[in-house]
């Protein structure tokens, strides 16, 4: 370790022998209390990864990799002296992720696989993704679309609503609301590029409500936030450069 600069990780005995104190000037402060359980176990976390990773791959490849994860979670019983910490969080064996659940006896579809596969983000609920107007095969236009169609409230706060792109969603935002779900819009009338028939649309649907800042002078409003909540509670955000226009959400070189 010589790289001259900044740094911002925790201190591990091989770095401690390779650090040069009499050679460099080492920057360091202790662990706070309030913030060692997000450090230490953000640092857990990549180590369990190869850990986890390193075991070859085979047939059983899953089951075994399960296996150890539950192995670790056996030795923090011990160490934590919790019966209920390892009832609740042992891995079932076969190594499956939970991705919906609904109810049989009021169905809202007829065939539940093809209605999840088509209101499932693409991305995932639970990392993150860089959209950009270059995204071979997946769109912002796309994943918002399915979003929606996944939500249990929505807000957007943008600076810019635009016709062309209120028109790409309005199809989703109609079922949306119409099945008593809450939209909530913020957006201004900063430059005066926001389009008039674009607010009344939003404005019509039922339990919406949109807010629209007329003070440009002090309220120069440029953020871009899609924020999607859930009640089972996997909510999503969306924060770029995208307003709500076609070329933004589609092709347009936007982040």
């Known amino acids: 370790m ?21 050679r460099f000037y080492i920057g360091e402060r202790a662990l706070e209390p309030a913030e060692a359980s997000m450090w230490l ?11 986890i990773s390193s075991i070859p791959a085979g047939e059983n490849q899953v089951q075994q990799q399960v296996l150890l994860s539950n192995e670790l979670l056996l030795w923090l019983k011990e160490k934590l002296n919790d019966d209920d910490f390892i009832e609740d969080n042992l891995l079932d064996c076969q190594g499956k992720i939970l991705t919906a659940l609904f109810e049989k006896e009021n169905p809202i579809a007829a065939d539940y696989k093809k209605y999840i596969d088509d209101i499932f983000p693409l991305t995932g609920l639970s990392q993150s993704e860089l959209f950009s107007g270059s995204n071979a095969g997946l769109s912002l236009e796309s994943e918002i679309k399915r979003e929606i169609l996944s939500s249990d409230k929505i807000y957007w706060l943008v600076s810019f609503i635009k016709w062309t792109g209120i028109r790409i969603f309005s199809k989703e935002l109609e079922a949306f609301t119409r099945s008593g779900r809450e939209l909530k819009v913020i957006t ?49 955000g969306y924060i770029g450069s995208s307003n709500l226009s076609h070329s933004a959400l589609t092709n347009g070189l936007e982040w």
Do not use: W
Not at 41 to 51: G, K, V
């Open 2 to 22: 010589q790289q001259i600069g900044i740094y911002e990780q925790l201190i591990t005995q091989l770095i401690t022998r390779r650090l040069n104190r009499d």
């Open 41 to 51: 176990s953000r640092f857990l976390c990549h180590i369990f990864e190869y850990a």
């Open 188 to 236: 201004t009338s900063y430059m005066g590029a926001t389009d008039t028939k674009a607010v009344e649309f939003l404005a019509s649907l039922p339990n919406t409500e949109v807010r629209l800042s007329y003070n440009t002078q002090r309220e120069r409003l440029h953020a871009k936030s899609y924020l999607f909540l859930r009640e089972t509670g996997f909510n999503t």
